[in-house]
């Protein structure tokens, strides 16, 4: 929140209907060393939503790829934490990502690629509802389901709201789950701001033996920010200082 304040930039909903995803997916989930971000052997995380960033870049500082410091270089002149979270400048960022539609196809090719090479690594896609509007995303969402691409996982942050509108009356989706299926994928949908649920779910991948999996995860845009949660405005807004200091005191009361 403060670095999307003090940037005076947008997507703090986006931010914050996925980072406890990501949180879960970077402390429990991902086999990753933040000491050696190249290391051969990682599993590859892709924010297919890039416009998140900045979830991503306080995950991956909390993790050790960097110091949480660092952060206040965030959407900056010169800075290396641009808004869209760039492979190039960044330890941990695999895939310079932003323009929907490319993150699952991107992922499918490294997914591919460790197949052909006997890695036991995972790629691991976080894609947003909006993006699942794209022809690129069903492409390979059909050619992963086609190929039985196992080591692929993908990831919705399904909070219903896209950049001008509600999901529903952009472009509905449902029935979301049968679509993955349909395109032999397996399937699970949780809670995506319960930790243990998001834990569970993914300790169960491959949800189907030789198909590739995807987590629906329920979550909701601008999830705990007064005034921007669940709407439509927490896409772009950027929060006020007051509304940080509600939340850092609700925070500090549920403690």
Same mark, same amino acid.
């Given at each position: 929140?403060?670095?999307?304040?003090?940037s005076k930039s947008a997507?703090?909903?986006?931010?914050?209907?996925?980072?406890?995803?990501?949180?879960?997916?970077?402390?429990?989930?991902?086999?990753?060393?933040?000491?050696?971000?190249?290391?051969?052997?990682?599993?590859?995380?892709?924010?297919?939503? %890039?416009?998140?960033?900045?979830?991503?870049?306080?995950?991956?500082?909390?993790?050790?790829?960097?110091?949480?410091?660092?952060?206040?270089?965030?959407? &900056?002149?010169?800075?290396?934490?641009?808004?869209?979270?760039?492979?190039?400048?960044?330890?941990?960022?695999?895939?310079?990502?932003?323009?929907? %539609?490319?993150?699952?196809?991107?992922?499918?090719?490294?997914?591919?690629?460790?197949?052909?090479?006997?890695?036991?690594?995972?790629?691991?896609?976080?894609?947003?509802?909006?993006?699942?509007?794209?022809?690129? &995303?069903?492409?390979?969402?059909?050619?992963?389901?086609?190929?039985?691409?196992?080591?692929?996982?993908?990831?919705?942050?399904?909070?219903?709201?896209?950049?001008?509108?509600?999901?529903?009356?952009?472009?509905?989706?449902?029935?979301?789950?049968?679509?993955?299926?349909?395109?032999?994928?397996?399937? &699970?949908?949780?809670? %995506?701001?319960?930790?243990?649920?998001?834990?569970?779910?993914?300790?169960?991948?491959?949800?189907?033996?030789?198909?590739?999996?995807?987590? *629906?995860?329920?979550?909701?845009?601008?999830?705990? *920010?007064?005034?921007?949660?669940?709407?439509?405005?927490?896409?772009y807004r950027t929060p006020?200082?007051?509304?940080?200091?509600?939340?850092?005191?609700?925070?500090?009361?549920?403690?």
């Amino acid at each position: 929140m403060r670095m999307v304040q003090r940037s005076k930039s947008a997507h703090l909903g986006s931010a914050l209907s996925m980072v406890d995803l990501l949180t879960v997916l970077y402390f429990h989930f991902l086999k990753v060393d933040p000491a050696h971000p190249s290391w051969s052997e990682r599993d590859r995380f892709i924010l297919s939503k %890039g416009h998140g960033g900045s979830g991503l870049y306080a995950t991956l500082a909390e993790r050790g790829f960097f110091p949480v410091d660092m952060l206040e270089e965030y959407g &900056t002149n010169g800075g290396r934490f641009a808004v869209h979270p760039s492979s190039l400048m960044v330890p941990g960022v695999e895939a310079s990502t932003g323009s929907l %539609g490319h993150g699952l196809p991107i992922g499918l090719g490294m997914a591919i690629a460790a197949v052909r090479e006997g890695k036991a690594h995972r790629i691991v896609v976080m894609l947003s509802d909006g993006e699942c509007d794209e022809g690129s &995303t069903w492409e390979a969402v059909l050619a992963a389901g086609a190929w039985g691409i196992e080591n692929l996982v993908a990831i919705v942050d399904y909070n219903k709201i896209q950049s001008f509108g509600r999901t529903k009356e952009v472009m509905d989706l449902e029935p979301f789950a049968a679509k993955w299926e349909a395109c032999r994928w397996g399937v &699970t949908e949780v809670d %995506g701001h319960d930790h243990a649920a998001i834990a569970a779910g993914l300790d169960r991948i491959p949800f189907s033996a030789g198909k590739p999996s995807v987590l *629906i995860a329920h979550t909701v845009k601008g999830k705990g *920010i007064a005034g921007l949660e669940d709407t439509v405005d927490s896409h772009y807004r950027t929060p006020t200082e007051k509304q940080i200091t509600a939340f850092e005191h609700s925070r500090s009361f549920d403690a």
